[in-house]
């Protein structure tokens, strides 16, 4: 996570006035100028950002679970904070990290995972919840939480 990936995050979030988990990814959105439509979309797909009619859509797989639907909203978001080309469409069988667009994807992955589970907000809460209440806390996946806790190097209190 660039430092300025982490700055973005932090204003919005401040700018909206969200000082706790979870983050209401759809009030993200739309203070961006968003809709967020869950949509049916091939199960190899999460979700995309498009511009139809003048407005700005994020779509996202109304197929996978909750969760997943709101990382792909905040993934979505940073490629947009981040000013990536919103015409690039990506499936996870042909991903190679060296190309470029491909790198658009790690830096969106990393805002989402800063948005979802902010550092300043899993320092605190690491001190007072197990991983299972911040998963249910923070409403993301283990695995994502996982890889957060694991890249800020953070451990959560121990299940009694």
Known sequence: MTNNNRANVQSL???????????????????????????DLPTIADGRMEVRDGKKYI???????????????????????NGHDASTY???DAFDYRK??????????RFAAELLMSRRFLERDCLSF??????????????AMNI?????????????
């Open 100 to 109: 470029k667009d491909h790198q658009q994807e790690k830096e969106a992955d």
């Open 13 to 39: 979030l401040t700018s909206l006035g969200i000082k706790t988990p979870p983050v209401d990814v759809e009030l993200v959105a739309l203070s961006l100028n968003f809709i967020v439509l869950p949509c």
């Open 59 to 81: 779509v996202v797989n109304q197929n996978h679970p909750r969760v997943r639907q709101r990382f792909t909203t905040a993934h979505e978001i940073g490629h947009f904070v």
């Open 130 to 143: 197990t991983l299972e209440e911040l998963v249910e806390r923070y409403q993301v996946s283990s695995e």
């Open 148 to 160: 957060q806790l694991s890249t800020l190097r953070l451990f959560p209190k121990h299940a009694k």
């Open 90 to 92: 990506m499936t996870d």
